[in-house]
């Protein structure tokens, strides 16, 4: 059997020939079921404009059922639903669209600069101090510990000798 060719907005698959696939591909169906797809994803502010350019359907009002669904030239929305969406673009209106820091975003120059030609000057360097790690008491009972729970010492950090952990 030969390769299938499947496409996901008409969730069919069919033979994977250039000829077939050309012919799907400009087919209605295919091109409803692709815009059906990607209207899902607007964003409420095209939806209200959309709809508020629309008359409504009295079809639609009417039975509660179009013919024509989702690619119906007029607008299925009731009143309340208009009313809803708009309450949404209003409330995300009112929010603030993004954060600002308060004192400005940073110059990534400066960032680079700061990461990259500053660890380099030797004038800059600072002298680091490394803790001490001191054995807790309560280990202090069990002497028979294996390696892997020893406490950590510098001098253990050196010396890993794995093959004594269990």
Known sequence: MGKRYYCDYCDRSFKDDPEARRKHLSSLQHAKNRSDHYSSYKDPET???????????KR??????????????FSHYSPSLMWEL???VAAKETTTPHFEPQG???NPDDIVKEFFVDITN????EEFTY??????PELHNYPNLPPSLWPVTPESVTDSNFGQWS
């Open 131 to 136: 803790p001490i790690w001191d054995v807790p």
């Open 104 to 106: 400005g975003w940073p």
């Open 122 to 125: 030797p004038d800059t360097t």
């Open 47 to 57: 939806i209200l404009q959309e709809e508020l350019e629309k008359v409504p359907c």
């Open 60 to 73: 639609y009002i009417s039975s509660g059922d179009c013919a024509f669904g989702s690619s119906c030239k």
């Open 86 to 88: 708009q309450c949404i």
